[in-house]
């Protein structure tokens, strides 16, 4: 589904990420970890076409990221859902319309004639606040929304950027068992996060991958990570 051949990434001059490979296959579970500012989001921007390798192959979709101009990068983005390390809400919307952003903002359906709305909000436990806004959310209630917009379009593949971050452990182990329940769907996850708790956690749950940027490059992590 995503492929990464050699690839390397500079901000500046300076190289942050190194020759990295990666098959991101169809129903794979991943875990991506790593220190503060190793660049895990770098990478999942690098996995979902919003950045351009400076060195390496991209494939998306078995297109070459090289090839692919603004609107072959916008149609593969729309079978990638990406849950963002901060959510990225619009203040001043309701929930259901932020949720339904992907799909409104394009102009191809108003938040009522988006058939998954209801099931989704009701499939993260967010039924009820329908028309709260962003800022009256609690951190879990803002996570769990977070992935809902990623899944309005029912992408093929989730990257979730820190998906646990700033909620309790039960709030966490609530997160990942929906990550679970999709990949159990047949979807394709990655997860990027510190929180080596979780990847312990999810063993009894799912076959995981562990990767981990270390060094400038991804290296498979072992068991005690
Ligand atoms: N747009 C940018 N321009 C310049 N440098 C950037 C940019 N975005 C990120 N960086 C730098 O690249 C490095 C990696 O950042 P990145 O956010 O990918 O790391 P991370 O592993 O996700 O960190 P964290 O776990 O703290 O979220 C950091 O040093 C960061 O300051």
Redesign the pocket.
């Known amino acids: 589904m995503i492929e990464l051949e050699n690839v390397a990434y500079s ?2 001059s300076d190289a ?1 990420l190194t020759d990295m490979s990666l098959q991101l296959a169809p129903g794979a579970f991943h875990f991506l970890t ?12 690098l996995c979902y076409g919003a950045l351009r390798p400076t060195e390496g192959r991209i494939r998306l979709f078995d297109q070459d990221l090289a090839q692919m101009g603004r609107d072959d990068v916008a149609f593969a983005r729309r079978r990638i859902g990406v849950v963002h ?1 901060d959510c990225q809400f619009l203040d001043h919307l309701p929930l259901a319309e932020n949720i339904a952003l992907p799909l409104t903002v394009s102009g191809q359906a108003s938040p009522e004639q988006v058939d998954n709305l209801n099931e989704l909000m009701s499939w993260v436990g967010l039924t009820d606040k329908y028309d709260a806004l962003p800022p009256e959310l609690s951190g879990g209630e803002r996570q769990r929304a977070a992935l809902a917009r990623a899944l309005i379009l029912s992408p093929d593949v989730i990257l979730a ?2 998906p646990t971050g700033n909620v309790d452990w039960e709030m966490s182990q609530r997160l990942l068992r929906l990550l679970v329940e999709l990949n159990k769907m047949g979807k394709t996850v990655m997860i ?1 996060t ?1 929180d080596l708790m979780l990847i312990r956690a999810a063993k009894s749950l799912v076959s995981a991958r562990n990767l981990r ?1 270390a060094n400038r490059t991804l290296q498979a992590a072992g068991v005690d990570l």
């Open positions: 901000y500046g942050l790593g220190p503060s500012g190793a660049g895990k989001t770098t990478f999942l921007k390390q950027d820190e990027a510190h940027i």
